[in-house]
């Protein structure tokens, strides 16, 4: 069962990890124009006082290999910490503007970069000398939230586009761990699927005319701004192909998402444009509505692009710091 992460995996993991911290001297990232620090503990970085705002580290993932994060903390003890995760096409760094805003009300913001995005290492797409299933991604989110959860009384995941199925995703596989889901224009199956596409996707198969759907970005369809557009689109660690596996990975989570969205007993908050081409809104809440979430709330913002947490950080920001707080007075009894 896709849910079950077997000791096999975690010793293989622990293993891999000693390997990497005794090679980590003679490792180099292209992407990486300086050094950063590693933390091979998590808690110890948790636990220090902040240098730099924000920080960007590393951290052990699920197989023991390295995967970036952007820490955004100005010090002192909070009581939330709030997890980003980036959609398809992005990294981390798109989500600076609301990762900012969250932690002007109080929060600490820690951005991740996906496997084979942004600061992450490009040679992480084997687990185990095999291709990354998308059980790998879901147990990269675990492996940085659980120490989180030593150090903070709540955390919340925040994801973006596919960011979002990816929230999902975990909010199924590792029931009870995070307090509650934020999705913001999430991207389940693109609108228009026709139905040879949608058997292509149960059946566990790619559609190729997808394949290089990340080259055939268009930033209007993100953000109003033309400045900003320029931005996305000239971006150097923008993903500009998707690989196959990913697709097929991708496809798969979406279907382990359908098959398991009554599994979903946390809050969650959903962040819509209107009008969005890139999600199919009626699909998505109809499928949401199947879940044993306590509680769905819907925002929609009007004449406002794809790309909310870029387009209204403040709006998105102020939404869900009055919904996490609300979670936690009811969670309190308050």
């Not at 955390?155 to 761990?177: F, H, K, M, S």
């Not at 007993?265 to 999600?279: G, S, T």
Request: hydrophobic share 35%; glycine share 8%; net charge positive.
């Amino acid at each position: 069962m896709y849910m079950q992460f077997t000791r096999l995996k975690y010793l293989t993991g622990i293993l891999l990890a000693v390997l990497v911290v005794a090679l980590a001297g003679c490792q180099s990232d292209s992407q990486v124009s300086q050094p950063r620090q590693v933390d091979y503990d998590l808690g110890k970085y948790l636990s220090s006082i902040p240098r730099e705002f924000p920080e960007q580290r590393e951290f052990h993932a699920s197989d023991g290999s390295l995967q970036a994060f952007t820490g955004y903390r100005r010090g002192g003890k909070q009581r939330v910490a709030v997890i980003y995760l980036h959609g398809l096409e992005g990294h981390a760094g798109w989500g600076r503007a609301l990762s900012e805003k969250l932690v002007e009300r109080g929060y600490d913001v820690f951005a991740l970069d996906r496997r084979g995005s942004g600061y992450s290492s490009k040679s992480s797409r084997k687990v185990n000398g095999k291709p990354v299933q998308f059980e790998d991604y879901v147990s990269d989110v675990h492996s940085f939230l659980k120490p989180l959860r030593a150090y903070y009384q709540s955390v919340y995941i925040v994801g973006y586009d596919w960011g979002a199925r990816l929230a999902l995703a975990y909010g199924i596989a590792y029931q009870g761990q995070s307090r509650g889901l934020v999705l913001i224009s999430p991207r389940l199956i693109r609108p228009g699927t026709s139905l040879t596409q949608k058997v292509k996707s149960l059946a566990g198969m790619s559609d190729l005319s997808e394949r290089d759907m990340a080259a055939e970005f268009d930033p209007e369809l993100y953000v109003t701004s033309s400045k900003i557009q320029a931005a996305l689109a000239t971006d150097k660690s923008r993903l500009k192909k998707l690989d196959e596996n990913f697709l097929r990975q991708s496809m798969r989570m979406s279907e382990f998402i359908k098959k398991y969205i009554k599994r979903i007993r946390q809050p969650v908050q959903l962040f819509l444009a209107r009008p969005d081409p890139l999600v199919d809104e009626n699909g998505l809440i109809t499928l949401l509505e199947k879940g044993r979430q306590p509680s769905f709330d819907v925002q929609y913002v009007d004449g406002a692009k794809h790309a909310l947490q870029i387009e209204a950080p403040d709006r998105l920001a102020r939404d869900i710091y009055h919904w996490i707080r609300y979670q936690e007075l009811s969670r309190n009894g308050g």
